[in-house]
Structures are given as structure tokens and as C-alpha cells.
């Protein structure tokens, strides 16, 4: 009954959000364009299940995205679970002692990232317009490389209690440094794809993990050091899309390179 109570109040919670998007088309259409609405039965009831699927998802999130992510957390953090995977040999547990917590960390990016609907849909997109120069697969497995090394050494950075701010700098600084390197072609993509992939499925996940971690380290704050991680997230595909359009670069001038010489020899 719990449950279903909660369910009802956030579904009204987010149709009071989407309330306003209503009235603003609605308004727009009536005395901007000052036409009837074109198919408002059909725009309603999408509406509608906008709401319910909405709210069902911040049900679920609520009931079981941030509780995984806690436990996931609180698991790997656990004191007797770590004396088994010790790496230092005597005195207290340092950095490198979670190293389970970075793995899974950078798993739990990467595999978000590849189920992630936006990705999928620019990847597709991006293949399309390029004329096939860019992969779908290709951008999104250096997407998900990037989200989840992102991931990894944002946990890292709780663990450490390392400002964030240090990471964010030197990490812009490496992408002002590729973009003056990589192809134009996919700058703008490589910005973009940092927006794409901190959605639905990633940042619920990856907030849950690090407030869950930050709650679990003794001597770290869930404010101040559990988030930050969606940050890393968004900055480091941008480093690793404009790497992999680097790499292609490369690739096409060694083939090219070699299809010269093959011609030289054969001459």
C-alpha cells in the first residue's frame, strides 16, 4: 500500500512538473499561431503517459537504482571484504586497496553507456550523416571507454578526498590540447557526446555509487565528495571521442602510407 501511495504521489509530483510545458504549447499555439492545436487528442494522451512514465521512474529509481548503488557500494567497501583483497602488506588501508571499487565502478560506466537510448540514437544519426565514416559501434564503445574510466577515477577521487577541481582542470586542459589536433569533423560530436551519455540510464546509477561510496569511506562528506562523479562522466568522452577520431586519422594515413609503398614495389 506503501508503495502504491508513493507511486500515485510521484506521478502527480511529475505531472505538476510537466504542467507548465502544457500550458506554454498550448498558449503558443492558440495566440502566437493562433491556430487549433494539430492532433492535441493524440498530444494529450502522449502527455499522459509521459506523466505515468515519469513517475514510474522516479519510483524506481527511488526504490531501486539508489539502494543498488548503495549496496554496491557499501559491499565493496566493507572492511572484512577489503582485509581479504589487501594489497598493502601491514599498516592502514590505502587508495590502492579498492581497487574492486574502481573496477566495478568503471564497469557499471561502461555498461550503462552502451545500453544508454541517446547514444544509440546520435550514434545512428552520426553514422547517417557522416556517410558511414563513423561507426556506430565505434563511437559508442570509445563513448563508454570514456564514461567508464571517467567513472573509475572519479571514485577515485573520493576514496582520496582529492579536490575535484584539480581533475577538472588538467582534464579540460587535455581536451583544449586535442582539439587543436583532432579532425573537425569531430569536435563538435566529441562535445556533445558528454551531454548524450549522463542520461536516464547513467546518472542515476553513477549518483547512487557515489553517494553510496561517500557514505561508506569514513572521513568523506555525501555532499561534498559523493558528487561529482556525472562530472567526470560528461568531460572524459569528450577526451576519448576526440581520441578515437585521432586514432582514424592515423589509421587512414598508415593505410595510406602502405598502399604507397605497395605501389612502389609493384612499379
Excluded at 31 to 37: A, E
Excluded at 112 to 137: D, Q
Excluded at 153 to 175: D, E, K
Excluded at 215 to 244: K, N, Q, T, W
Aim: hydrophobic share 55%; glycine share 12%; net charge negative.
Amino acid at each position: 500500500m506503501d508503495l502504491i501511495l508513493g507511486s500515485l504521489e510521484f506521478v502527480a509530483n511529475s505531472a505538476l512538473d510537466v504542467l507548465p510545458i502544457v500550458i506554454f504549447l498550448f498558449a503558443f499555439q492558440l495566440l502566437v499561431i493562433r491556430g487549433p492545436m494539430p492532433n492535441a487528442r493524440q498530444i494529450l494522451v502522449g502527455f499522459l503517459f509521459v506523466v505515468i512514465g515519469l513517475g514510474l521512474f522516479l519510483v524506481g529509481l527511488e526504490e531501486t537504482l539508489f539502494p543498488l548503488g548503495r549496496l554496491m557500494a557499501q559491499q565493496l567497501t566493507d572492511p572484512t571484504f577489503l582485509e581479504t583483497m589487501r594489497v598493502t602488506v601491514t599498516g592502514a588501508l590505502g587508495w590502492q586497496d579498492f581497487y574492486w571499487v574502481y573496477l566495478f565502478a568503471a564497469a557499471i560506466g561502461f555498461s550503462t553507456t552502451m545500453a544508454e537510448p541517446a547514444l544509440m540514437a546520435v550514434s545512428m544519426k552520426a553514422n547517417t550523416v557522416s556517410g558511414g565514416a563513423i561507426g556506430v559501434w565505434g563511437l559508442r564503445v570509445a563513448v563508454a571507454i570514456g564514461v567508464g574510466f571517467g567513472v573509475g577515477l572519479g571514485c577515485y577521487r573520493i576514496i582520496t578526498g582529492l579536490p575535484l577541481h584539480y581533475f577538472m582542470a588538467v582534464g579540460y586542459l587535455a581536451v583544449i590540447v586535442q582539439t587543436t589536433m583532432a579532425p573537425k569533423m569531430i569536435v563538435p560530436l566529441a562535445y556533445d557526446s558528454g551531454g548524450v551519455t549522463t542520461s536516464t540510464v547513467t546518472v542515476p546509477l553513477i549518483t547512487a555509487l557515489g553517494l553510496g561510496l561517500a557514505e561508506a569511506v569514513p572521513g568523506r562528506s555525501p555532499l561534498l565528495d559523493g558528487f561529482g562523479l556525472v562530472a567526470f562522466a560528461s568531460l572524459f568522452p569528450i577526451i576519448s571521442v576526440l581520441a578515437y577520431g585521432q586514432l582514424a586519422v592515423l589509421r587512414h594515413k598508415v593505410g595510406e602510407s602502405a598502399k604507397e609503398e605497395q605501389e612502389l614495389l609493384e612499379e
